[in-house]
C-alpha cells in the first residue's frame, strides 16, 4: 500500500511556525530539569555508587560515565551537525577585496 502526499489547494496556514519549540517536549524538558535539580545531591551520590559499586552490584565506571552523559542531555541538549556547501554541492567559495592606501 502506498501514501500519495496530498496537493495543497492553498497556502497552509495556523498551527506552529517552523523552529517553534513543541509544548509537550518542553514540559518535558521542564519537569526532567525540575526533577535534577531536585535530586541533584541524590543523582551525584547515586552515579557514584554505581562507579564504585554499591551493596550487591559491582563497580561499574562505564556505565556511571554513560548515565552521567545522558543525563547531561536534559542540561544541555546536543547541537545538529551543519555543513556548509557551495553552489552544486561544491567548496564555498570565498573573496575577499583588498584596497592598498597610499600614506
Not at 521542564?30 to 552490584?57: C, M, P, S, Y
Not at 565506571?61 to 545538529?80: H, R, T, Y
Amino acid at each position: 500500500m502506498s501514501t500519495v502526499e496530498p496537493t495543497r489547494k492553498r497556502e497552509k496556514t495556523g498551527g506552529r511556525t517552523k523552529g517553534t519549540p513543541n509544548k509537550v517536549n518542553r514540559e518535558f524538558r521542564e519537569t526532567v530539569r525540575k526533577l535534577l535539580d531536585d535530586n541533584a545531591d541524590n543523582v551525584g551520590t547515586w552515579i557514584t555508587q554505581v562507579a564504585e559499586g554499591h551493596g550487591e552490584n559491582k563497580a561499574d565506571p562505564a556505565k556511571a560515565l554513560d548515565l552521567l552523559a545522558k543525563l547531561a542531555e536534559f542540561a544541555a541538549p546536543k547541537l545538529g551537525r551543519v555543513e556548509h556547501v557551495g553552489n552544486d554541492g561544491g567548496p564555498v567559495q570565498h573573496s575577499i577585496a583588498v584596497q592598498f592606501v597610499k600614506p
